[in-house]
């Protein structure tokens, strides 16, 4: 499982699990796992089960390969719909390979819905609005909206859960369903490579050039020289 | 080496394995150290569905045997003693109520300590009544609807973490062993309090202290069973209950076998990694093959016990006594393949020689299984 999507289950199922010890009103809570993958990603939706999630719901179908995060968000999107009875979509703040963070803001887009990344706590939450905090590079965010939305999450949100036992003989049982683009009513062109407006053609370690050129001299006469290397580069 | 386990017993371990690496293990150090109790770890086993094990389903429980008790026990105790310790004492404090208690205490007691929001304790052992458990002096008088309890008891296991504590005391002191019986005392019951918390050699992150009853007043349906039954539920719970520290055991050596093999390939002398020299080959040997075989024993016992037979107190007792015994052995000789390392709190075999200790004592002393075994074996032959 991508790490960042743990938190984002556990928030989910503790969401599920503060709405049911009723400090949140009664309300009934199911929290759904989606994925968008190939047949082999029902192991980690079996695994989201295992921590708790209610059901899980793949995504798949050869003509999804090769998405690029538009495309991604526009499958996930179809799929949300057709859900329909949705209050909040919880995204991992990015995958661990591709490390965009763009398919949560683009869902959002997709799906008309405020979109809040990067968040570290649900302060506030109920039927019909949710409160949270999130942490920029230089200040905390409070931010209240309206429901539904989606929100993404990251490491400062909370501790994933071990799985129960009760979870994992749940999961083994468990059926997922997997929809594929008939049952998405998704147009070839939308998903996998050709809904894609990117293509990654070539994944390479950039090599790092580092120029050193050491200093000499007294200690005035070092910070001289530094100065004037510094002035020419016009960094000052 | 694994044995055949069915599905779910391979899913109670690799729960266990994924608590003590991302749980256990980065705190273990400190919780020795400073004797912290791990509530939050236990929140987190109870999560998981561990205290549920061997409670019956119509309690919230899983309604598996003995066997899954002790190979969860196992794990744990692989990251800490302190934690399976705190673990295991809590199914010893409910074992009376499973066996013996009525219908209703069942249903108010067991859903809660199955789910791990509360835990419970077992309190037998007093000042001047150790082995010779004939010898406690808390005492119960009925008045009315309710027992009276008067007296001490010392180094009790999850002592002021648990709610449900099931307490030994005499009800009729003139007719000694017989004239015990056993009690449910929760927590907050006016007149019971706690007394000092103990500073232990190991197993530092359990709480051992001392529970004080003054003219503490508890309700008459809080008896297990009638009066004059104590010590036969002492005995009953320790004969299932025993296997489990014989798996403390076990756990315990087995984490310090895997430390001693990891550090005699990298620790090089004389030119070479220890592990070359014959003398530490055999004593890795004879540590690895002492760990099996009393696993082996171990989960021979709790097969036993699982199927239902009766007389299992024999059993129960060699399982314990065997892997408490080899537990000893093998963490000193773990510290002694690491050499003076081995000795620093740099490394954890150090803390496992002094957990390993415990399992000697507690829950009836090797001696005392020794009497076990030995008067079974003259009362009822070999078998
Ligand atoms: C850390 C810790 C946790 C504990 N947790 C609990 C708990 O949760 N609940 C509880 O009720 N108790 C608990 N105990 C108590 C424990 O069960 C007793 O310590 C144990 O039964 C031995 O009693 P004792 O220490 O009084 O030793 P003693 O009975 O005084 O024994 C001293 C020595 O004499 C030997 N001896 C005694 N009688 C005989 C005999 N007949 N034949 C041969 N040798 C004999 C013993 O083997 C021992 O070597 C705990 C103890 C410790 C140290």
Known sequence: MNPFDTYAIEEGVRLKERFNSGNNGNLDVEVIAVSMGPPQAEEVLKESISLGVDSGLLLSDRAFAGADTWATAATLARAIKKIDDYKLIILGKQTFDGDTGQVGPELAHKLNLPFIGYVSSILEIDYKKVKVKRLMEDRYEIIETRLPAAISVGKDINVPRVPSLRGKLKAKKAEIPVWDKNCLDIKEKEAGLSGSYTKVIKIFTPKVKHEVKIIKGSADEQVNELYKELKELGVI | MRYFLTEEQQMIIDICRQIVDERIIPARAELDEKGIFPTEILKEVGKSDLFRLFVPEEYGGMGTGIFEVCIATEELSRGDMGVATSYAASGLGFIPILIYGSEEQKKKYLP????????????????????????????????GDYYILNGTKQWITNGGE???YTIFAMTDPGKGARGASTFIVERDTPGFNFGKKEDKLGIRSSATRELIFTDCKIPRENIITREGMG????????????????????????????????YSKIRKQFGAAISSFQAIQHMLADMATNVEAARALIYQTAKVIDSGEKNIGRLSAMSKLFASDMAMKVTIDAVQILGGYGYMKDYPVERMMRDAKITQIYEGTNQIQRNIIALDLIKRGVL
Not at chain 2, 237 to 257: C, E, K, Y
């Open chain 2, 112 to 143: 809660q300590l199955a789910s791990g929001e509360k835990l419970a304790a077992f309190g037998l052992t007093e000042s001047e009544a150790g082995s010779d458990v004939g010898g406690i002096r808390t005492t119960a008088k009925l008045d």
């Open chain 2, 162 to 164: 648990a709610d449900i």
């Open chain 2, 231 to 262: 010590f036969i539920i002492a005995m009953k719970t320790f004969d299932q209950s025993r296997p489990a520290v014989g798996a403390q055991a076990v756990g315990v050596a087995q984490a310090a076998l895997e430390e001693a093999l990891n």
